[in-house]
């Protein structure tokens, strides 16, 4: 079964609205979680890290303000994108690492979310 | 910061041959970890195989293996007998290993090879 667990695989929401996405780790506790974000044909690119007792640290050109990350719990990570626009529209994947120092030991992607932004 | 290189947008081969997927990177990082991650039409990501810098020997999962030349910083990705399920999209990946007040980095991508196995 899944090892990372990412809700919901897919959404449609219009323009100015906020959605949410969930990423959680099932059976291992996620020290690390990292959002990426997927334009079609293109490659994942990092959005951010949320290391575990800490805030959020966003990649360059990545607005902090407009993606909301809430590392919530060991198990628990979400993306708020807020005041969505048809540019926002993208294929976004969360990634939980755990294993303590050695993050590599358990890192795992969540299946993705595709957010249509109309 | 780590630039990762994949020359080659899309391969394709036959069945039961075997192919190899290039990928350079580029650091500063003496220890860091290399990846190979297959993404298939569903695009869940899939972990292929992965390479500790500091190991000398060349990692290998069943028909997968890899060729790092550490001082080249080239990560070649050879998969042997070649079948239809192999056919995804193929991206090579860099991450920095954890540092203590720093945390964990994310990983660095390459824009991936397009392989398609032929029958």
């Known amino acids: 079964g899944a090892v990372v667990s990412q809700h919901p695989s897919r959404v449609i929401c219009k323009s100015g609205t906020s959605v949410k996405i969930e990423c959680r780790s099932l059976d291992f506790q996620a020290t690390t979680m990292f959002w990426y974000r997927q334009f079609p044909k293109q490659s994942l690119m990092l959005m951010a890290t949320?290391?575990?007792?800490?805030?959020?640290?966003?990649e360059q050109g990545v607005e902090k303000d407009k993606f909301l990350i809430n590392h919530a719990s060991l198990t628990l990570s979400t993306l708020t994108v807020t005041s969505a626009h048809p540019e926002d529209s993208s294929f976004y994947i969360c990634?939980?690492?755990?294993?303590?120092?050695?993050?590599?030991?358990?890192?795992?992607f969540g299946s993705g979310t595709q957010l249509s932004v109309l | 910061a780590q630039t990762v290189t994949q020359s080659q947008p899309e391969m394709s081969v036959q069945e039961a041959e075997t192919v190899t997927l290039s990928c350079t990177y580029d650091t500063s990082e003496n220890n860091y970890y290399l990846f190979w991650y297959k993404q298939p039409p569903s695009r869940q990501m899939i972990l292929v195989i992965r390479q500790e810098a500091y190991k000398q020997q060349n990692a290998t999962e069943n028909r997968f293996s890899v060729n790092f030349q550490k001082a080249a910083k080239s990560f070649s990705l050879k998969i042997s007998d070649s079948q239809l399920g192999d056919t995804a999209m193929y991206f090579c990946a860099f991450m920095k290993p954890y540092s203590s007040g720093g945390g964990a980095d994310g990983l660095t991508f390459g824009k991936g090879t397009h392989l398609i196995i032929q029958p």
């Open positions: 949320s290391n575990e007792g800490s805030k959020a640290t966003y």
């Open positions: 990634s939980a690492g755990g294993g303590g120092t050695d993050v590599m030991k358990k890192l795992f």
